[in-house]
C-alpha cells in the first residue's frame, strides 16, 4: 500500500444491506469517515484500523463511533464486507 494512494471504495450486498438497517443520520457518519478513509488511508485513520488477525492479513475492521466496518483491500479499493454495532462484531465474525 503506497502512502499517496487513493482507494476506492466498493460495498458487498450485505455491507449494503448492513447500512440500510441504520439511522440516516448514523449512515451519513459511516459514509463519510469511510469517504475520508479513502483519501487518507495512512493517515491518522491507522490507529482506528486494526488487522482482523483470525482471518490472515487481507481483513480489516475500522472503527467508526460505535460501529465496525470490516474490509479488504484489493488492488485500488476498499472492499466493505460487513457494518455492524461492534456488540455483534463476534457473532458477525463467525459468519464471514
Same mark, same amino acid.
Given at each position: ?32 469517515? !469511510? ?10 485513520? !491507522? ?33 466493505? !464486507? ?6 455483534? !462484531? ?7
Amino acid at each position: 500500500m503506497e502512502n499517496n494512494k487513493t482507494y476506492n471504495i466498493e460495498f458487498s450486498p450485505k455491507s449494503l444491506k448492513d447500512l440500510e438497517k441504520f439511522s440516516v443520520s448514523t449512515q451519513k457518519k459511516i459514509v463519510e469517515n !469511510l469517504n475520508d478513509l479513502k483519501k487518507n488511508f495512512h493517515g491518522t485513520f !491507522l490507529t482506528k484500523i486494526k488487522r482482523l488477525k483470525s482471518f490472515g492479513e487481507s481483513i480489516y475492521r475500522y472503527r467508526v463511533e460505535n460501529y465496525r466496518v470490516m474490509f479488504t483491500i484489493i488492488e485500488n479499493k476498499i472492499v466493505i !464486507l460487513r457494518i455492524i454495532d461492534r456488540k455483534e !462484531l463476534e457473532k458477525i465474525i463467525k459468519n464471514i
